[in-house]
C-alpha cells in the first residue's frame, strides 16, 4: 500500500479512543464535551485558549488526537509547512466578572477577577498537519486573580506531549496529558479550534483540584487499499484532592476498518477495560461494541459518529448487578461560506462519580456552535450547550436518584486588529437544575479578552 492511503486512516487512531470506557477530562466537566470522531486529516493545534477568536462549540481534545473538520483559524497555528523544528507562543488576557463565583444556590458571591494564559508549542515535523513524523509539545498554564477573594485564586497547567511515526504500513501513536486542574472556571485542552465556555464539574460542584493523567498508545495498519486495522492502548487517572473519590481505567480496543468510498469510511470493532475506584467503591470492569463511520458530504459538510453498546459489570461482593447502556459520539461541521462556521457535538458515556459513594454515572451532551465574520476583522460567535447526568447504583441498596440537567450559552465578538492581536468580548451565562439540592446553581459572567500570537 502507499504511503499516502496510510496518511489519510491514520487520523483513525486518535479516534479509537473515543469507544473505549476509560473517561477523558472534558467528559467530567460540562460545556467541554468530547470532538467528534473526525477520519479527515485536517488537525488543530493541541491547545487552543478560549479567548482565542476562534469558532465556538465544544470542548476539548481527545484522548489520543483530536481532529477538527474545519480549518476556522490558521493564524492559531505554528506553521502550515512540516519544518525540522517548529515553535509558536501565545497570550491571552482576560478581564471578568462573575456574579456567583462559588456556583452556589445560596449565599452567591460576586467578584471581579483577571485570567493570564500564555502557551507556547514546540516540535519536530509535521506538527500541524499530523499526516507524517512528529514530535510537539504543549504547554499552557493559567493564572486567576480574584480582586476581593484571594482565597479563589487558582492556577492551572496543561501540558501535553505526542508523537506519531509512520512505517510502510504501520503507524504508531503516542500521546501523554497532564491537566492540574482548580477552581471553578476549569480550563481543559482544546484541540478543536472553538471557543467554548468554561469547563465546570457537575458531579463535584463548585470548587473542583484534580490532577489528571492520560496515556494513550494507538496504531493503524494498512491490510489493503481500502481496509486497515487500528486500536490501542489508554490509561487514565483521575487524582481528585480534598477527599474526593478518584479511580483510574486501562482499556485496549481494535477495529476493522473499511474505506467505502473517498467521502465514506466505516468501522466495527470492540474494547474493553478495569476500572479502579477508591474510597469503598467496587471496581468495575467494563466492554464496548461499537460501529462508526466518517462521511464527507461535500468540501463543506462533514459528519463523524460512532455508536455502540457498553456492558459493565461491579464487583461480585457488592450486589449491585451489571449495567449495559448505550454510548456514543456523534459531530457534524458545516462551512457554508467563507467566514462562516457551525459545529454540533454529542456524546454519551458512563464516569464515576468523584462525590458520592456507590455511583456511576451517564452523561449525555450536546453542544452547538456557530461563527460569523464581518468586515473581514469582526468575528461573532455563539455556543450553547446541554448536558443530562442519571446516576447508577454500583452497591446493592445504595441511593442512586440524583439527576442533573445542566445548560450554557455564550455569546461572544472578536475583533482582529492586527494579524497577531485580537480584542474582544462575551457573555456566560451557566446553569445546573438537580433534585439534589446542594449541585443547583446558575452563573453569569461578563468578560473582557484580548489575546497575542508571536
Known amino acids: 500500500m502507499s504511503y499516502s492511503i496510510s496518511a489519510r486512516v491514520a487520523i483513525i487512531a486518535g479516534a479509537l479512543a473515543l469507544a473505549s470506557g476509560s473517561a477523558r477530562a472534558q467528559d467530567v466537566y460540562s460545556g467541554n464535551s468530547a470532538a467528534p470522531i473526525s477520519l479527515t486529516r485536517a488537525e488543530r ?36 509547512v512540516p519544518k525540522r523544528f517548529q515553535y509558536g507562543f501565545r497570550l491571552n488576557l482576560r478581564g471578568v466578572y462573575d456574579d456567583n463565583i462559588s456556583l452556589r444556590q445560596t449565599n452567591r458571591v460576586g467578584d471581579y477577577y483577571f485570567a493570564i494564559e500564555p502557551g507556547v508549542t514546540i516540535g519536530f515535523g509535521d506538527i500541524v498537519g ?12 493559567s493564572i486567576f486573580l480574584f480582586a476581593d477573594n484571594s482565597n479563589e485564586d487558582a492556577i492551572q497547567h496543561l501540558v501535553r506531549l505526542e508523537a506519531r511515526y509512520h512505517f510502510s504500513r ?3 501513536g503516542l500521546s501523554q496529558d497532564l491537566q492540574f486542574l482548580d477552581g471553578t472556571n476549569l480550563n481543559t485542552a482544546n484541540a478543536t479550534g472553538t471557543n467554548v465556555a468554561p469547563g465546570v464539574n457537575l458531579d463535584a460542584g463548585g ?12 496504531f493503524t495498519y494498512d491490510l489493503s487499499g481500502k481496509t486497515f486495522l487500528s486500536g490501542g492502548l489508554h490509561f487514565v487517572d483521575y487524582d481528585f484532592q480534598n477527599g474526593l473519590i478518584s479511580s483510574q481505567a486501562i482499556s485496549g480496543d481494535l477495529y476493522f476498518n473499511y474505506i467505502y468510498s473517498p467521502k465514506l469510511t466505516v468501522g466495527l470493532g470492540a474494547s474493553a477495560g478495569y476500572n479502579w475506584v477508591d474510597s469503598f467503591n467496587p471496581n468495575q470492569t467494563f ?25 459493565r459489570q461491579f464487583e461480585e461482593n457488592y450486589g449491585a448487578g451489571d449495567n449495559n447502556t448505550p454510548v456514543y459520539e456523534i459531530g457534524a461541521a458545516y462551512q457554508p461560506f467563507d467566514g462562516t462556521a457551525i459545529t454540533l457535538r ?12 456507590g455511583n456511576d454515572y451517564a452523561a449525555t451532551n450536546i453542544t452547538l456552535g456557530v461563527r460569523q465574520r464581518l468586515l473581514r476583522r469582526i468575528y461573532l460567535g455563539l455556543a450553547t450547550g446541554y448536558e443530562h447526568s442519571d446516576y447508577i447504583s454500583t452497591i446493592q441498596f445504595v441511593d442512586a436518584s440524583r439527576r442533573d440537567n445542566y445548560f450554557f450559552v455564550q455569546p461572544a465578538v472578536d475583533v482582529t486588529i492586527t494579524p497577531f492581536w485580537t480584542v474582544g468580548a462575551y457573555y456566560l451565562h451557566r446553569e445546573n437544575k438537580s433534585n439534589s439540592g446542594p449541585f443547583n446553581f446558575d452563573d453569569n459572567q461578563y468578560g473582557l479578552r484580548t489575546s497575542f500570537t508571536f
Do not use: C, H, W
Open 45 to 80: 493545534p493541541a491547545f487552543v485558549d478560549s479567548a482565542a477568536p476562534v469558532a465556538p462549540g465544544e470542548g476539548p481534545y481527545s484522548k489520543d488526537d483530536q481532529r477538527a473538520s474545519v480549518e476556522i483559524n490558521p493564524g492559531d497555528e505554528v506553521s502550515a
Open 346 to 357: 454529542g456524546t454519551r458515556r458512563v464516569l464515576n462519580s468523584a462525590v458520592l459513594v
Open 207 to 218: 470548587n473542583t483540584a484534580l490532577n489528571l493523567y492520560n496515556t494513550n498508545a494507538t
Open 130 to 141: 499530523r499526516d507524517m513524523n512528529y514530535i510537539r509539545l504543549d504547554y499552557a498554564p
Open 287 to 311: 466492554e464496548q461494541i461499537n460501529v462508526r463511520a466518517s462521511y464527507q458530504v461535500t468540501g463543506k459538510i462533514t459528519l463523524d459518529a460512532s455508536a455502540g453498546v457498553e456492558f
Open 170 to 172: 504501520l503507524t504508531l
